[in-house]
Each structure stands twice: as structure tokens, then as C-alpha cells.
């Protein structure tokens, strides 16, 4: 049973950092594709970014959020940097069975494996 539990959410002010980290079991996820989505109240679950071959971000963090993954360890981190108050959201790691393009890995329906979030709050 493939599972991935995320941590490290929490209450900051904005112009703080945090760093997310999501833990996979049951498989590994090195050769293939893994993200971070996140979801607001009332919004729909839009992608942040993703590690695949490389990596993507969505327009909102490129700068500020970096993805990153320790293979050895099965786990994929989010340093999110300088956050602002519209960071505020339920953040989910998504796991993939295969890689994808960068296009593709911003589709939330091209991923298999969904932890069950973690929430981050951004005071202003």
C-alpha cells in the first residue's frame, strides 16, 4: 500500500519560510514524478511544483518555492521562501507512477498518489 504523509505546515508570518517534507512508503518514486498542489478555501487545487527530470513551478512561487527530493530517504521537501498570505492553503504531495512532461506534471489528474495534506498559514 503506497502511502505519503506530508509535515511541517504551520502558522507563519509573511516574509517567513517554511519547509514541507513528504515521506513516501510502498513504493519509491525515483524514477518517476512527484508535486505539490495546493488547495485554498473555496478555490480549486492548483499545482506549485513539481520534480520530475527537472523541475517546474507555477508562475505564483517560481522564485520563492523550491522542490527538491532525497531519493535515499523516499522523500520530497518544499522550501517555501518570503511567503505571503496568499501562500495560505492545504498543501498535498502527489505521487506519479511514471515521469511526465513538464506540461503534464501540472495536471492534477496525472497523478496516482495523494498524501492528505498539511496546512500552511500565512498572517499578514
Known amino acids: 500500500q503506497v502511502q505519503l504523509v506530508e509535515s511541517g505546515g504551520g502558522l507563519v508570518q509573511a516574509g517567513a519560510s517554511l519547509r514541507l517534507s513528504c515521506v513516501a512508503s510502498g513504493r519509491t518514486f525515483s524514477r518517476s514524478a512527484m508535486g505539490w498542489f495546493r488547495q485554498a478555501p473555496g478555490k480549486e487545487r492548483e499545482f506549485v511544483a513539481a520534480?520530475?527530470?527537472?523541475?517546474v513551478y507555477s508562475d505564483s512561487v517560481k522564485g520563492r518555492f523550491t522542490i527538491s527530493r532525497d531519493n535515499a530517504k523516499n522523500t520530497l521537501y518544499l522550501q517555501m521562501n518570503s511567503l505571503k498570505p496568499e501562500d495560505t492553503a492545504v498543501y498535498y504531495c502527489?505521487?506519479?507512477?511514471?515521469?511526465?512532461?513538464?506540461?503534464?506534471?501540472?495536471?492534477?489528474?496525472?497523478?496516482?498518489?495523494w498524501g492528505q495534506g498539511t496546512q500552511v498559514t500565512v498572517s499578514s
Open positions: 502527489a505521487g506519479r507512477s511514471y515521469y511526465c512532461s513538464d506540461y503534464r506534471c501540472q495536471i492534477a489528474n496525472e497523478y496516482d498518489y
Open positions: 520534480v520530475n527530470w527537472d523541475t
